[in-house]
C-alpha cells in the first residue's frame, strides 16, 4: 500500500490531454462515426462493461432482449461521453420496453430541468440552439440509473496538476493512512458543469476512485465505484490517470487493458503473466525489485495490488521461498467477497504448481478455475 505513480512510454504519453479519439464515439465534420474498440465500452442499459462493440452488441441481446434505453444524437447511439464539433439537429431518449421514466438534463449555464418521460421516442427540446458546453442526460426508470454526456464546440482544457495535487491532498494520503478522505472538501472544488464538465470528470473519476478503496478498506464491496472510476477516467493520459486505470483493470481482470505498459511500467509483469498464453516467459520484461519504495507523489495503491505485482515478480524471477511469503502475506488480506482477486492467486498458486512439477497441487488448483470465464481453457487444457 502507498502513493504510487506508474511509468508511461513516450510513445503514449500525451498528459494533460483528453483523448476522445481513444473512447467512444467522435463525430467528424462530415457526419461519420469514427469507433475504437480496443477501450473499454459501458452498456447503456445495465452499467456492465465490455471490450469492444462487438462483445457489447452480443451482450445487450443476451441480456436485454425486451428491453432498451438509449441516446441518439444526429442519428447517432451515444455511448456514455461523445464530443462533436458541430451543434446538434436532433438528440432523442429511446425507450423500449420501459413504460415510464425519469429524465433529468443538465447544460452548462443553465439551471437542470427534470421530465417525464414515456416509452417510445423523446426528443430534446431546443437542442439547435445550444451550440457549446456539455449536456448531461440523466434516465431513471425501475431503480435504475444511466448518464449520458454529450460535449459541443471547442474541447475544454483543465490543469490536471492541480486536480492531481488536490486528489492526493484530500483523497490519497488519507486513505493510504487509514483515514477518512475528505470526500466533501474534494468535491467542492469541482462542481458539475459550473466550469469544466472536463475537469469535473477527471476529478470524479479520482473521487470514486478513493471511495471505492475506502469502502474495501471497511470490508464492504467498492465494485460499483471502482468501476465508476475506471469509466470515468478511461478517457484521460495524464499518468496519474493511466495509473488508476492499470490499477483497476487488474483489480476487475480487465486484463487487455494493461496491454499498453511498456516494459519499464510495474504493471508490465502483469500484462505478461494474463495476456501471454500461460505467461510462461519473463524475459520481456524488466523484472523489478519486490522491496519498492513507495512515491511522494501519484495516487493511492491498495495493498493487494501492491503484492501481487511483487509476487508475480518473485514469480518470473523464480524465488519460490519469497513467493510463499508474499502469498502468505496476499492471503491474509483477501476477504471472501473478493472473487476476482481469489481466482487471480488461484491462478498463480496452479502455475506455479505447475513450474515446480508438483502434479497433485496444480490440478487441484486448476480444477478450482474450470469454469472460469478467463482461466477456465487453460484449466482445461492442463487437466486433460
Known amino acids: 500500500m502507498g502513493i504510487f505513480l506508474d511509468t508511461i512510454e513516450d510513445r503514449d504519453e500525451r498528459l494533460g490531454q483528453f483523448i476522445d479519439q481513444a473512447y467512444g464515439v467522435q463525430w467528424t465534420p462530415s457526419g461519420e462515426i469514427e469507433t475504437f474498440d480496443h477501450y473499454l465500452i459501458k452498456c447503456p442499459l445495465c452499467g456492465e462493461f465490455t471490450l469492444s462493440k462487438e462483445d457489447l452488441d452480443q451482450h445487450i441481446v443476451a441480456k436485454h432482449a425486451n428491453k432498451h434505453v438509449y441516446v441518439r444524437a444526429n442519428n447517432n447511439i451515444v455511448r456514455g461521453l461523445v464530443y462533436s464539433k458541430e451543434p446538434l439537429e436532433i438528440l432523442q431518449v429511446v425507450l423500449l420496453g420501459i413504460n415510464h421514466a425519469r429524465l433529468t ?39 435504475e440509473s444511466r448518464e449520458f454526456t454529450i460535449l459541443l464546440g471547442t474541447m475544454p482544457e483543465f490543469n490536471n496538476d492541480s486536480v492531481d495535487q488536490n486528489a492526493l491532498k ?22 458539475m458543469f459550473s466550469k469544466n464538465y472536463i475537469e469535473f470528470r477527471y476529478a470524479q473519476g479520482f473521487h470514486d476512485y478513493a471511495l471505492g478503496f475506502y469502502m474495501v478498506q471497511k470490508d464492504k464491496v467498492g465494485k460499483v465505484h471502482l468501476e465508476s472510476a475506471l469509466n470515468l477516467l478511461a478517457p484521460f493520459k495524464t499518468k496519474a490517470a493511466v495509473t488508476a486505470q492499470r490499477v483497476l483493470a487488474l483489480r476487475m481482470n480487465f486484463f487487455k487493458l494493461i496491454l499498453s505498459c511498456g516494459p519499464s511500467s510495474r504493471f508490465s509483469v502483469a500484462k505478461l503473466f494474463f495476456n501471454q498464453p500461460k505467461g510462461e516467459s519473463g524475459k520481456e520484461i524488466e523484472l523489478t525489485s519486490p522491496k519498492w519504495s513507495p512515491q511522494e507523489y501519484g495516487i493511492y495503491i491498495d495493498k493487494f495490488t501492491e503484492l501481487f505485482l511483487d509476487a508475480l515478480n518473485t514469480y518470473y524471477n523464480g524465488d519460490y521461498r519469497m513467493l510463499d511469503e ?40 486448476y480444477q478450482m478455475l474450470l469454469y472460469h470465464p478467463d482461466f477456465g481453457e487453460e484449466a482445461k487444457e492442463l487437466l486433460k
Open 105 to 143: 438534463i443538465e447544460k452548462t449555464g443553465f439551471p437542470p430541468e427534470t421530465i417525464e418521460i414515456s416509452e417510445g421516442i423523446s426528443s430534446i427540446p431546443n437542442i439547435k440552439d445550444f451550440v457549446s458546453g456539455g449536456i448531461h442526460l440523466r434516465i431513471e426508470y425501475e431503480n
Open 170 to 191: 484530500y483523497l490519497f494520503i488519507p486513505l493510504n493512512n487509514y483515514q477518512v478522505p475528505s470526500f466533501g472538501d474534494f468535491s467542492d472544488l469541482y462542481p
Open 326 to 365: 508474499l502469498c502468505q502475506q496476499i492471503e491474509i488480506l483477501l476477504p471472501e467477497i473478493d472473487r476476482n482477486n481469489r481466482d487471480k492467486l488461484t491462478l498463480l498458486y496452479a502455475r506455479t504448481a505447475k513450474k515446480r512439477n508438483d502434479e497433485i497441487n496444480y490440478k487441484r488448483f
